[in-house]
């Protein structure tokens, strides 16, 4: 998977998550048990470098999901059970996990120009 990545995109940007808090949420602790989040991100950052990629670590505090990443409106009060919602400003309905990595990629191309 990380090699597929590696080699398929020029730009990898990923969120520096906090996966031992992560661990301490008891919905999430079960499901990240099955896959090493920690271990796919530092396969991915070692091949990004071997092969001459860019790899941007995104702040966890920035407002990925919570950013339209079509006019730039924050909505703040969206919480983690709302996984769709629509830009009051602009109508642009979102998924939240969607809108949050078009806006992670936006950052780490904005980081690296």
């Given at each position: ?12 940007s ?45 702040n ?38 969607i809108?949050a ?13």
């Amino acid at each position: 998977l990380s090699k597929n990545l590696v080699k398929k995109f020029d730009i990898i940007s990923m969120e520096n998550l906090n996966i031992k808090g992560m661990f301490q949420n008891k919905k999430w602790s079960s499901k990240l048990q099955k896959i090493s989040l920690y271990k796919l991100l530092q396969m991915i950052k070692y091949k990004a470098q071997w092969y001459g990629k860019n790899f941007i670590q995104i702040n966890r505090y920035s407002p990925s999901s919570q950013q339209c990443n079509n006019c730039g409106y924050q909505k703040k009060n969206l919480k983690l059970e709302h996984r769709e919602w629509t830009c009051p400003e602009c109508g642009t309905k979102h998924h939240r996990d969607i809108n949050a990595a078009k806006n992670i990629l936006t950052e780490g191309i904005r980081i690296i120009s």
